[in-house]
């Protein structure tokens, strides 16, 4: 695999640093075969074209990073589950297109020597370009079992994808026999995902 990036960031060590960062780079998942289907199906390699551009900014009280993502997949792999000779098994298989772009940031603030808050959010486009052949599962309103069939998933969202997450965090030092005691607190959020 190769990079390419690129950093524009002050000469001057006595100030607080700020960078614009840029990133290009390929990706490559090899190809393989199931071994839990008769005969071994093959899956093929999974490509992905990757870009990024971002703000970073560092001071000793203030710490900021943003960035802009775009992912572009071929051939994705994603695992499935089907009925392999009546049995359930997982199986990989290609989705044949994806994309994914969206926005992160974080944030810390030091109150104190001894107070901290880092906050951190995300939005996240996250869906299949072209997906004809994606698992489904009909569950038998009956039986409650499920079947596995296809769908053309193409425009829908990925797995295990959130459009939306968020982090926030406080941290309190205290001095305890002759060492440091960090309290914190965490509270995370995710809007729903498939």
Not at 162 to 173: E, V
């Amino acid at each position: 695999a190769s990079c390419l990036a690129a950093t524009i960031r002050p000469a001057q060590r006595d100030r607080p640093d700020n960078r614009l960062v840029a990133t290009a780079s390929p990706g490559f998942k090899a190809r393989g075969f199931n071994q839990t289907t008769e005969p071994d199906a093959p899956y093929d390699p999974e490509k992905i074209t990757a870009f990024e551009a971002g703000y970073k900014y560092a001071s000793r009280a203030l710490t900021f990073n943003r960035s802009s993502y775009y992912y572009d997949y071929k051939d994705q792999q994603i695992t499935a589950n089907q009925d392999v000779n009546g049995l359930p098994q997982s199986v990989l298989q290609n989705a044949a297109k994806s994309h994914i772009y969206g926005v992160d940031a974080d944030v810390r603030y030091q109150f104190t020597d001894r107070f901290q808050v880092n906050l951190g959010g995300s939005w996240n486009h996250a869906r299949y370009k072209s997906f004809p052949n994606s698992p489904f599962y009909l569950e038998n309103m009956t039986t409650h079992a499920f079947t596995v069939t296809t769908i053309d998933a193409s425009g829908g969202h990925m797995s295990r994808a959130p459009d939306f997450s968020g982090t926030a965090q406080a941290t309190y030092t205290l001095d305890v026999a002759g060492g440091h005691l960090d309290l914190s607190g965490n509270v995370s959020y995710s809007s729903k995902f498939y």
